[in-house]
T-cell receptor
Framework: EPEVTQTPSHQVTQMGQEVILRCVPI?????FYWYRQILGQKVEFLVS????????KSEIFDDQFSVERPDGSNFTLKIRSTKLEDSAMYFC???????????FGPGTRLLVL | AQTVTQSQPEMSVQEAETVTLSCTYD???????LFWYKQPPSRQMILVIR??????QNATENRFSVNFQKAAKSFSLKISDSQLGDAAMYFC???????????FGGGTRLMVKP
C-alpha cells in the first residue's frame, strides 16, 4: 500500500541554523500539507500546497518557513533560522483529487538546541 | 474559527471490551468532514475512520464505528473488542468544505489492559 515517507526521522540542529525537512507524498496525490506537533500539544496546521503554490497557511507559517516541490516526487519544508520553539514533530501529509482524506507520514522529530 | 474538543485526556479499557472516545466540535458550516486518527508510540498518524457530514449513516470500519450527532456537533469513536494494539493517542479532526486544513482536538490517550 502506498504511503507518505519523510526524511530524516530525527534532526538535531543549533539555533539559527537552516533545516530542510523532506517528504515524498503518495505518488498520484496532488495536495500536500505540513503540520507540526510540539511535545504534549495539539497537532497544528502549517501550510497546504497545490499546483506548485501555497493554497492555505496558518499564522504559524511566517517568513521563516517556506515550502517547495523541487521535482516530481519531493515536497520540502525549510526553516531558515531555527528557534528553540521550532522543536517539534513535523508531519507531512498528502491527499488525492478528492482532497477529503489526508494521509500522514511518520514525521520528523526536530530538536533545536 | 472551528474548534475541536476532546474532553477525555485518558481512557482505559480491558482487552476485548468496548470503549467510546468523545469528540465535540464547533462550526458554522453545514458541509464538512470528520476524522479519527490514531497515533501509536511510533508517532505516525494513522487514519482510523472518516465521516462526511452530509451522510446520516454512521461510518464503520471493522471494530471501529462512530456515533455522529450533527445537531449536537458530536462525533464519538467506539472501539469494540479492544486489542492491545489499540493502545495509542486518538485524535479527532475536522475539515471544512472551504479549505483543506485539518483542525485537531487535543487527543485522548487510550490504554488497553490485558
Amino acid at each position: 500500500e502506498p504511503e507518505v515517507t519523510q526524511t530524516p526521522s530525527h534532526q538535531v540542529t543549533q539555533m539559527g541554523q537552516e533545516v530542510i525537512l523532506r517528504c515524498v507524498p503518495i505518488s498520484n496525490h496532488l495536495y500536500f500539507y505540513w503540520y507540526r506537533q510540539i511535545l504534549g500539544q495539539k497537532v497544528e496546521f502549517l501550510v497546504s500546497f497545490y499546483n506548485n503554490e501555497i493554497s492555505e497557511k496558518s499564522e504559524i507559517f511566517d517568513d521563516q518557513f517556506s515550502v517547495e516541490r523541487p521535482d516530481g516526487s519531493n515536497f520540502t519544508l525549510k526553516i531558515r533560522s531555527t528557534k528553540l520553539e521550532d522543536s517539534a514533530m513535523y508531519f507531512c501529509a498528502s491527499s488525492g483529487t478528492d482532497q477529503e482524506t489526508q494521509y500522514f507520514g511518520p514525521g520528523t522529530r526536530l530538536l533545536v538546541l | 474559527a472551528q474548534t475541536v474538543t476532546q474532553s477525555q485526556p485518558e481512557m482505559s479499557v480491558q482487552e476485548a471490551e468496548t470503549v467510546t472516545l468523545s469528540c465535540t466540535y464547533d462550526t458554522s458550516e453545514s458541509d464538512y468532514y470528520l476524522f479519527w486518527y490514531k497515533q501509536p508510540p511510533s508517532r505516525q498518524m494513522i487514519l482510523v475512520i472518516r465521516q462526511e457530514a452530509y451522510k446520516q449513516q454512521n461510518a464503520t470500519e471493522n471494530r471501529f464505528s462512530v456515533n455522529f450527532q450533527k445537531a449536537a456537533k458530536s462525533f464519538s469513536l467506539k472501539i469494540s473488542d479492544s486489542q492491545l494494539g489499540d493502545a495509542a493517542m486518538y485524535f479527532c479532526a475536522y475539515r471544512g468544505n472551504a479549505g483543506n486544513m485539518l483542525t485537531f482536538g487535543g487527543g485522548t490517550r487510550l490504554m488497553v489492559k490485558p
